[in-house]
């Protein structure tokens, strides 16, 4: 049972469509224009400092956690120096959007096409990274959804955890500003390299500052607030904000609400400083661990008292909204930003590492049903039989939640990515499915590659089935591929030519990122950097990882593949060119072959046969990807993570050999096509686990469905218990459930008015069913719902 105060904030949070805020675009613009000519770090940290000093500080009716981005509760933000194009083009129509609507008033439109977006016109990212894209590559990797990394140079790159255990909660940001000082006095101004890290301490200095005055505006805040508040009770609540924000984040917290207060200011921090995508907790359970002891011995808190707290948290988490364009919107559906916290696994030294607060933020996820954070566990074959049932349970009250990670293969990923062993058992989940670690810099989601694609342009001549326009390479006529073989080249051409597209693409993203757009506050979060004078943008971090190629498609090119195999060059049961009218007929006349079609193995019924075909497919993105280098040297890493992105790139792709028709989605992550894992969803896990998924460090994500009466009874939990971990002992990384029958998405979809918080596992991630297109909610509910283990 939630308390009346956190009821009423949920209550504001599914009702409110997310508003606008100019603020922090218009702060940082007026900063921009006085600080023309200094050195660009510099720049962006007086501008994020400027921000901190200026923005409206509201604290909202009965909250315990405090801090926003703008005016609005639900809020999000502009960043024009990534990019403006897009939102003036698209903001008359924000609240008419099919995917992610925003409110925005008019006199916000004519303000920030009047005093904002001149200034940054020729100087956003956006705008230098289209410039610089030879026309080609563009044809492939801007807004076509055959190669997509917009969300990589219109918005930041984010996906960063912030170190609390060693840096934030040891030092506080009055520590790190003082670090900064004391190895800013050892430089030289006769090193040119030392000038660099001149900067990075100075940025480092500045952004310091700007956090700790944020807080202490927010304690002037509360306290003014106390003085005029008649109730005895809230008034007590103001003043004890105001306490701990004129402490925290300047000085390390000295309790559990001042750890949770300091979390979210971090949180606050990195919004404002770049809007970031997958800013993850981390390991929430194991990092506020000591507070929570420490606060129940000492009679502190209660906790109940904490679980409070920690179900605030959730809602602020929630309350931002990471706002984007209308493309980028298809691939990340509903409102979500990634903020992604683990529990459970092992500890560092490798025993059990489950604790409390591991139950609890399961109990907060239950209760208060918001989309964020991202809640995911780590499962070891040790871990306690009441925790694995804590799992089961949360899945059956069918929010979707939480992703179930497999202890040991995230592990193995991060050891076969060069980490140190303690440091690969420490690792935390980022964004989707990424294993991470707190001292990591990567571009876990950088750029999406359309697998389906690939295949289209092997049997329709390099043209488009749609549009009719040549994206891939010259090939020969279908009918001319005498072989099963000859097709499948011809399709490993294509495939290796969009991901050297990709790796074009996502190389020129970096290089401008590293001139126009470093990171200095989420620097100061990372231990690495603070010692190595280097920002995030220049490798400061521990350990560096090259950028993550994002597959789609997985199980419809393999199944398409099996059809040509099987029907045309085995059976002889048509002949390519009678194939190829077929699709080019989007299936109309050939309803017949369709159905003979769709009776050929399906990836996701552990069959061998079309298994076999995705295992050859995935290894080969592995090493084709692998054999690129980023602009730091850092080898590119492949993932099947899962986001929306299986919509947008169906609505390119014409008719497919499986049965598939013209426009409908792909398929996800290593998930099966949806509708085609007919026979168990243990069979589903057999085909997934064939993967060799330690390779992929970005991530695998395997999506089920189960029918809700499968999970309502004890046993049926146990055994779905038992389920994951005979699909972990197979070496598989991540599973996730959705366990709502299609009675009720139907309702869903009719009465949205009844259905607010009602949650779904949209791919790696989470959100309000409602929220979503009515094509997205179609894609959810066309997944295989299975009735038996």
């Known amino acids: ?59 909202f009716a009965g909250e315990l956690i405090i801090g926003g981005i703008g005016e609005f509760r639900k809020c999000g933000i502009l960043t024009p120096e990534f990019s403006w194009t897009w939102v003036d083009r698209e903001m008359d129509n924000f609240d008419k959007r099919v995917q992610d609507p925003y409110v925005m008033t008019d006199e916000q439109r004519d303000y920030v096409r009047k005093d904002i977006f001149p200034y940054w016109k020729g100087k956003s990212l956006e705008e230098a990274f289209l410039a610089q894209l030879p026309a080609e590559i563009a044809k492939v990797a801007v807004d076509t959804g055959f190669v997509d990394n917009d969300s990589k140079w219109r918005q930041a790159v984010g996906e960063i955890t912030p170190d609390y255990q060693d840096v934030l909660f040891k030092k506080g940001f009055g520590g790190i500003l003082r670090e900064a000082k004391e190895h800013l006095s050892k430089l030289s101004s006769t090193s040119a390299e030392d000038l660099k890290k001149k900067d990075f301490y100075n940025s480092i200095i500045i952004t310091s500052e700007g956090i700790i005055t944020l807080a202490k505006r927010y304690s002037e805040k509360a306290m003014e607030m106390a003085a005029l508040e008649k109730d005895p009770g809230r008034k007590a609540e103001l003043l004890k904000i105001s306490d701990i924000c004129s402490r925290i984040p300047e000085n390390p917290p000295a309790s559990f609400y001042e750890a949770i207060q300091f979390l979210w200011f971090t949180q606050i921090g990195g919004i404002l400083s770049e809007n970031p995508l997958a800013l993850n907790v981390g390991r929430f359970d194991q990092f506020m661990y000591p507070y929570y002891k420490a606060d129940l011995e000492k009679g502190i808190m209660t906790k109940d008292q904490i679980q409070e707290l920690i179900e605030a948290l959730w809602l602020k988490l929630s309350e931002w909204v ?138 329709n001549q390099g043209k488009s089935r749609i549009s009719g326009d040549r994206i891939g390479l010259a090939e020969k006529a279908p009918a001319d591929l005498k072989t099963y073989e000859e097709v499948e080249a011809a399709f490993y051409r294509q495939f290796d030519n969009l991901i050297e597209q990709s790796i074009i693409a996502t190389l020129l993203a970096q290089k401008l990122h590293k001139e126009m757009v470093p990171r200095p506050f989420l620097s100061s979060c990372i231990e690495q950097c603070l010692i190595n004078g280097k920002d995030l943008v ?105 986001i929306s992105n299986y919509l947008p790139t169906g609505k390119v792709i014409g008719a497919t050999p499986c049965g598939r028709k013209a426009n409908e989605p792909l398929s996800e992550g290593v998930s099966p096509f949806a509708g085609s894992d007919t026979s168990s969803p243990l069979a589903a896990m057999r085909s997934a686990a064939k993967l060799n998924q330690d390779v992929h460090s970005g991530g695998t994500l395997l999506n089920l469905r189960l029918n809700e009466d499968l999970v309502s009874t004890k046993r049926g939990r146990s055994n779905l218990g038992a389920m994951i971990q005979t699909f972990f002992s197979l070496g598989a990384f991540h599973v996730q459930f959705n366990t709502i029958s299609t009675e009720t998405l139907r309702k869903a979809q009719n009465n949205p008015e009844n259905y607010k918080d009602l949650l779904v596992r949209v791919a790696g991630y989470s959100t309000q069913f409602v929220n979503l297109s009515r094509s997205m909610q179609d894609a959810i509910i066309a997944r295989t719902a299975h009735e038996n283990y």
């Open 1 to 59: 049972m939630i308390s009346e105060r956190i009821e009423g904030a949920r209550q504001n949070y599914i009702n409110s469509k997310p508003a606008v805020s100019y603020e922090r675009a218009r702060i940082w613009t007026e900063s921009h224009k006085k600080t023309e000519g200094e050195a660009v770090p510099i720049r962006r940290a007086k501008a994020f400092r400027d921000t901190c000093q200026q923005i409206d500080v509201n604290i």
């Open 322 to 459: 990471w706002t984007i364009s209308a493309n980028t919107a298809e691939f990340f559906a509903g409102y979500n930003q990634f903020q992604n916290l683990t529990v459970g696994g092992k500890t560092r030294e490798g025993k059990d590492a489950t604790n409390d607060l591991s139950y609890m933020c399961l109990k907060a996820t239950e209760a208060v049903k918001t989309h964020q954070p991202g809640l995911s566990v780590r499962i070891h074959q040790d871990c306690p039989t009441e925790f694995l049932d804590a799992v089961t349970h949360l899945v059956s009250k069918g929010t979707g939640f939480p992703a179930i990670h497999s202890d040991s293969a995230g592990y193995q990923m991060l050891i076969n990515a060069g980490y140190e062993p303690e440091d690969a058992r420490d690792w935390n989940n980022c964004g989707c499915v990424v294993p991470h670690f707190r001292k990591t810099s990567e571009w876990t989601s950088a750029v999406n590659i359309n697998f389906t694609a690939a295949l289209e342009f092997a049997l």
């Open 538 to 642: 220049d490798v400061g971090a521990k350990y560096n990882l090259g950028p993550v190629l994002t597959g789609i498609g997985l199980a419809v090119t393999s199944n398409s593949l099996a059809v040509i195999k099987k029907l045309v060059f085995e059976d002889k049961a048509v002949d390519m060119e009678t194939l190829i009218k077929a699709l080019d007929a989007n299936w109309e006349g050939y309803e017949e072959l369709r159905q003979v079609a769709l009776t050929v193995p399906k990836y996701g019924n552990d069959n061998d046969y079309v298994d076999d075909i995705a295992c050859q497919m995935a290894n080969h993105y592995y090493k084709e990807g692998h054999k690129y280098k980023d602009i730091n040297g850092n080898n590119f890493n492949t993932a099947f993570m899962g």
